[in-house]
């Protein structure tokens, strides 16, 4: 799409118009448990009602990741899997629902990294090498990727990578927790493109029983400041999770639940674990009775 989360502002203007409650933006780490099952996962997860996609790139080094995210992304990368795993992923999504926007997350260790070692295969003798993120920003957009969250780039640092990615038509999506100042609200705000990426509590990534008690006010505090559509993750992960941040926000990230989900099925049953639980939590499938 040419113009700039073009693909995020239909998604959600076609769920506001249907009226049936926030978006469910499925996290995968790609390569999790192997990356020869990857693309059948995310078909799982888009016919169980994923209405956006957020790949993860296995690192060593997740910080923002809890226990069960760190766990999947050491399995992935002692299967091989890399950022090409994600970026493969990520175009298994987009052909197989094209209406659907597709983000890439990780940290910048890998992006980088990716950069440095296909610099050298693409670029002639004499050129400039160009900016160390754009060989990732060409492979992203030609994968279909809407969006791509760096996860440890700090706003006022940011926005030579946003500049790159954005002259391949990806929006680079900003985070924002409940510690943020207004100070780095008003700066996201002035950047965003796509949504921005509220987490919900303070800490790393990880099911937890409730929504924290402060995130309306959270919310009241970044909306004020932009009206570019908002996303809450960290901590969701049952139905009643959705539907109480779905008062507040379009939209909802799942994570941790549903990497414990695939964690915790049998070998030829992940697929149809991740699509009856993301039918459980998108309101397609009750609960108590799997209908």
């Known amino acids: 799409m040419s113009e ?33 099952e990857t693309p059948d996962l995310v078909r799982a997860a888009l016919r169980g009602g994923a209405g956006g996609f ?17 766990d999947a992304y ?23 629902q094209p209406e659907v926007p597709v983000t890439l997350m990780g940290y910048l260790n890998p992006f980088l990294s990716y950069g440095s070692s296909t610099l050298a295969s693409e670029t002639n003798p004499g050129e400039s090498l160009g900016e160390p993120l754009e060989p990732l920003a060409r492979r992203a957009s030609e994968a279909g990727v809407d969006g791509i969250i760096v996860v440890d780039l700090p706003v006022d640092e940011s926005d030579a990578a946003r500049e790159v990615l954005a002259r391949y038509g990806i929006a680079l999506i900003y985070l924002l927790a409940p510690t943020s100042t207004a100070e780095r609200i008003a700066a ?22 409730q929504v924290a008690r402060d995130f309306e006010a959270f919310v009241s505090r970044v909306r004020t400041k932009t009206d570019t559509p908002l996303a809450v993750g960290f901590g969701i992960s049952r139905r009643e ?9 379009p939209a909802a990230i799942i994570g941790s639940a549903l990497t414990a989900t695939i964690a915790s099925a049998s070998d030829g049953a992940r697929a149809a674990a991740v699509e009856q639980y ?3 939590v998108t309101g397609r499938r009750s609960e108590e009775t799997g209908k």
């Open 241 to 249: 999770h959705v539907q109480q941040v779905g008062k507040l926000v």
């Open 278 to 280: 993301l039918e459980v």
């Open 74 to 96: 050491t399995v992935a990368l002692a299967a091989g899997a890399t950022v090409e795993t994600a970026l493969e992923a990520c175009r298994v999504a987009r052909e197989t």
């Open 4 to 36: 700039l989360g073009a693909r995020y502002r239909e998604a959600f203007a076609a769920s506001r118009a249907r009226g049936d409650g926030p978006l469910v933006f499925p996290f995968l780490a790609a390569g999790f448990p192997t990356p020869e």
């Open 54 to 70: 957020e790949i993860g790139v296995p690192f060593s080094d997740p910080l923002a990741d809890g226990p069960v995210h760190q």
């Open 188 to 209: 996201v705000a002035e950047r965003a493109a796509g949504f921005i990426y509220l987490v919900s509590l303070t800490g790393v990534t990880g099911a937890r029983d």
